[in-house]
């Protein structure tokens, strides 16, 4: 489970650059990711407002496998 802090910061990231955030979170190659780059691209306001949901709701945990990680990914 990640800090309140790591939390911060990815909220801080993906109001700035959204798609970095939900990248940083589930993977760059994942479908949250994609969804949130289409988003930003039509419309800056989506795209941060989709990479809040996919950081704060959609729950990483059952989308990892060894093949798909988030960089930071802890195992600990």
Known sequence: MPSR???FCELLIAILL???????????????CCICLLLTILGYVPGI??????????????YFD??????YYSSA
């Open 5 to 7: 802090c790591e939390i």
């Open 49 to 62: 407002i989709y990479a809040l949901y996919a950081i704060v709701f959609v729950d990483r945990d059952e």
């Open 18 to 32: 959204p798609p970095l955030g939900v990248c940083l979170r589930h993977g760059c190659c994942s479908v949250e």
């Open 66 to 71: 060894e093949y798909r990680r988030p960089l």
